[in-house]
């Protein structure tokens, strides 16, 4: 990241933890509010917050931590906008992987022939 640049709406390095921790408390605080709410308990977004809530945030008491549990890796969820986009742990990175391949060659009527082969991987 160049230098001057921010992430989480400006706030520092040192307070992502702290970002992340309340973000955490919002979703279980959303979570127990609607739970049993006959239409809200029932959306699609509702469950994915649920499923964060499982796959990421720990309580101890009033202690509230945010850390992928070793069950979840690889299938957890990365980004609620887009469910399945997948964290690359080699890249460090959230999203798809694209593998791009092309071939030249000869073909009838046509000089040269240029084909372009892409692999989306989820």
Request: net charge negative.
């Amino acid at each position: 990241m160049a230098s001057g640049q921010v992430r989480f709406a400006g706030h520092k390095p040192s307070q992502y933890e702290l970002c992340l921790v309340a973000a955490a408390r919002d979703i279980l605080d959303l979570i127990g509010r609607f739970n049993e709410h006959a239409s809200i308990s029932t959306f699609d977004s509702f469950a994915l917050l649920k499923r964060i809530a499982g796959e990421q945030i720990h309580v101890e008491g009033e202690s509230v931590s945010v850390k992928l549990r070793d069950e979840a890796k690889g299938t957890a969820l990365a980004n609620p906008h887009d469910p399945d986009a997948r964290f690359d742990s080699y890249r460090e990175a959230v999203g798809y992987q694209v593998q791009i391949t092309e071939t030249c060659g000869a073909s009838v009527g046509m000089k040269d022939a240029f084909a372009l082969l892409a692999q989306v991987i989820f």
